[in-house]
């Protein structure tokens, strides 16, 4: 069935990186706009960055514009977010999604926590 | 960057109608309408609606969107127990070229 499984999170100190991943099944990843979003605790839904489906174009929040790059390995059927120069304020829960007339498919999400 | 505004909380009883908004502006929510996410607490969100009010299949028909203008509803009849949770708008912002969310509105049914 359709599927997205977010993988990486972790705990990390400030300053550090960690490269998220999100695995697709039952869909091509190249086939359609992606998406990561984040829900920090006790806060609601922030978009994160996009990358369209023919990968030419990427869209980032202003929050994480340069530090964090999205990208995808399309015979690994797989999304990625970089994610450098991490801030305590990055601690969240990072959810990737499919984009088809709305974000319709969601993983369950990653936890990342920046802490020293 | 703007994102679009939603009341924080909406409470209403049980079987009543609950009315939730969603205001942004000619970019986001005026251009093609935004989509809908309901999100359970430690749970993913999951799409109720999209562009055109159009409802996901699964989506019960007790949930129903409208647009008029830059200011968009989402409606939910008959409210249940199980629906009492975070409810959010979202939507491309054409102009900014970012994907903007509403803050979320805390549905409670008492």
């Known amino acids: 069935q359709v599927q997205l499984v977010e993988s990486g999170g972790g705990v990390v100190q400030p300053g550090r990186s960690l490269r998220l991943s999100c695995a697709a099944s039952?869909?091509?990843?190249?086939?359609?706009?992606m998406h990561w979003a984040r829900r920090a605790p006790g806060k609601g839904l922030e978009w994160v960055a996009l990358i369209l489906k023919d990968g030419s174009d990427k869209y980032y929040a202003d929050s994480v514009k340069g530090r964090f790059t999205i990208s995808r390995d399309n015979p690994k059927n797989t999304l990625y977010l970089q994610m450098n120069s991490l801030r305590a304020e990055d601690t969240a829960v990072y959810y990737c999604?499919?984009?088809?007339?709305?974000?319709?498919?969601w993983g369950q999400g990653t936890m990342v926590t920046v802490s020293s | 960057q703007a994102g679009l505004t939603q009341p924080p909380s909406v409470s209403k009883g049980l079987r009543q109608t609950a009315t939730l908004t969603c205001t942004g502006s000619s970019h986001n929510v005026g251009n093609e309408g935004p989509a809908w996410l309901q999100q359970y607490q430690g749970h993913p969100p999951k799409l109720l609606s999209y562009?055109?009010?159009k409802r996901p299949s699964g989506i019960s028909e007790r949930f129903s969107a409208s647009r008029s203008g830059n200011t968009a509803s989402l409606t939910i009849t008959g409210l249940q127990p199980e629906d009492e949770a975070d409810y959010y708008c979202?939507?491309?912002?054409?102009?900014?070229?970012?994907?903007?969310f509403g803050g979320g509105t805390k549905l409670t049914v008492l």
């Open positions: 039952g869909f091509t990843v190249s086939s359609y706009a």
């Open positions: 999604a499919k984009e088809s007339d709305g974000l319709d498919i």
């Open positions: 979202s939507a491309w912002d054409s102009s900014l070229n970012v994907w903007v």
């Open positions: 562009r055109n009010n």
